[in-house]
């Protein structure tokens, strides 16, 4: 696989303990002033509020921004090969990684994205746009956490929000431990940089939050901490955010249902 692959376990387009240092990461990755960078948020079935909360963090910091809704392609209709080859990075937002892979398939996205990773486009993900780059993940798509897989460009598995949700953690240990291929926890807010298909970069963005590498032990998975760089600036920049925007984003990272 060649090409540049950025995978979190979590991360929201908001002003919470890290968010803004993942998006300043990103944005200086692409090596870019002012990148273009292209919203996919297919997994959660293209919401209005992802969208633009997408375009305020990222558009706020002179990104050239964009989103294709493959739920709208017939009122929108737009050339998403073109598009998407014009792009300096992919996000690829979170939600259900079982939907993800099943609205793909027909539209070829997978491959098309192959082509542009090939290209020198960036993709990054979270959630399930990070896990559906590997052979597999365990994704709450119906409710309990369960083991599914993924498009298998990335070799071994991915589990996100690793220490936010135990079940999940659990259900991966367990699953590795069986007949999951090994691979990596990840916390929200933290992340691994892939470089044609090789890790190159952990990061770390939040307090605590980190990357596991889980493998088959004697009685189940076994985690070991990988070493992560702290992305997070030493001063911050950023004017004060609004305190009511930033209760409603905490209360939407708390109660979301797209952490699936």
């Known amino acids: 696989m060649k090409g540049r692959i950025l995978v979190m376990g979590g991360h929201e387009f908001d002003r919470l303990d890290g968010n803004e240092a993942i998006v300043e990461h990103v944005i200086s990755l692409t090596g870019k002033k002012a990148p273009r960078i292209c919203l996919l ?62 609205v793909w398939r027909p539209h070829g996205i997978a491959e098309l994205i192959e082509r542009c990773l090939e290209r020198g486009v960036m993709v990054v993900g979270q959630s399930a746009g990070a896990m559906c780059w590997f052979e597999a993940g365990i994704t709450s798509s119906s409710g309990r956490p369960e083991p599914a897989e993924g498009l298998g460009l990335l070799k071994g598995s991915l589990c996100v929000h690793y220490h936010r949700d135990p079940d999940r953690r659990s259900r991966y240990l367990a699953a590795v431990g ?83």
């Not at 998407?84 to 099943?102: E, F, P, R």
């Open 41 to 102: 948020p297919t997994a959660s079935g293209d919401p209005e509020d992802q969208i633009s909360r997408f375009r305020r963090s990222f558009g706020s910091r002179g990104c050239e921004v964009s989103d294709i809704s493959l739920f709208r392609l017939g009122a929108n209709p737009i050339d998403v090969s073109a598009h998407l080859m014009k792009q300096d990075a992919i996000y690829v937002g979170g939600g259900s990684l079982v939907n993800l892979v099943a």
């Open 178 to 260: 069986k007949e999951m291929p090994a691979g990596f926890g990840a916390d929200d807010q933290a992340g691994l940089l892939f470089e044609d298909g090789e890790l190159a970069e952990v990061f770390s963005a939040r307090e605590a939050a980190g990357v596991w590498r889980v493998s088959r032990g004697e009685e189940g998975g076994v985690e070991e901490p990988v070493d992560a760089v702290d992305i997070r600036p030493a001063t911050s920049s950023g004017e004060p955010g609004d305190v009511i925007d930033d209760f409603r984003a905490l209360t939407q990272w708390r109660h979301s249902a797209t952490i699936r």
